[in-house]
Structure formats: structure tokens, C-alpha cells
């Protein structure tokens, strides 16, 4: 079960895409960063059913890409607001 529409705007301006490191470069070389909403339903995946990250569905980005971005999240305290956010929608 993926973020529906409403959920997601709840959180998109939190978790905004935005890489931290400018790395493409002026000639446009370079990988596009996965979208946001597609990584955070990868993310919740794995919490909601508790197996490895290895394990990620294809319907999801790579799982390197989410566990690295989860990372991310968790550093940033991103992660602890978009729980919160969405568990006072539940209210």
C-alpha cells in the first residue's frame, strides 16, 4: 500500500527533491535523482512488512537508493517529521 494522494501532499514539502550535493553537471551528464514519492513508498514497504532491504519489490526504486536515502532522512530528522505529519492526519 503506497502514500495516496493525500497523504503525499501532507508531506511533499518536507521531503522536497532536492539532491544535498549539486552533482550534474552544466552538460547535463549525470544520473536524475529517483523521485521523492517513489523512495518514501520503497521506504514504508519496508517498515510495514519488516524484510530486508534486498528484498524491495521491482514496483520500488533500487534498494540501495532507498536504504541510502532513508539514511538521509533519518540524519536530516525528515523521517521523525513525516511520521509525525502523518500520524496527526490519522487524528
Known amino acids: 500500500m503506497d502514500l495516496t494522494?493525500?497523504?503525499?501532499?501532507?508531506?511533499?514539502a518536507l521531503v522536497a527533491d532536492?539532491?544535498?550535493?549539486?552533482?550534474r553537471k552544466v552538460d547535463g551528464r549525470g544520473r536524475p535523482r529517483v523521485p521523492a514519492r517513489e523512495?518514501?513508498?520503497g521506504?514504508?514497504?519496508i517498515l510495514r512488512s519488516g524484510?530486508?532491504?534486498h528484498d524491495l519489490?521491482?514496483?520500488y526504486p533500487p534498494y540501495q537508493t532507498c536504504h541510502r536515502?532513508?539514511?538521509e532522512y533519518c540524519?536530516?530528522?525528515?523521517?521523525?517529521?513525516?511520521?509525525?505529519?502523518?500520524?496527526?492526519?490519522?487524528?
Open 57 to 59: 519489490p521491482d514496483r
Open 43 to 45: 521506504n514504508l514497504w
Open 75 to 91: 540524519r536530516s530528522e525528515t523521517f521523525e517529521a513525516v511520521l509525525k505529519t502523518l500520524a496527526k492526519d490519522l487524528r
Open 5 to 12: 494522494d493525500e497523504q503525499w501532499a501532507l508531506i511533499a
Open 18 to 23: 532536492k539532491p544535498r550535493i549539486k552533482r
Open 69 to 71: 536515502r532513508f539514511q
Open 51 to 53: 524484510v530486508p532491504w
Open 39 to 41: 523512495v518514501w513508498n
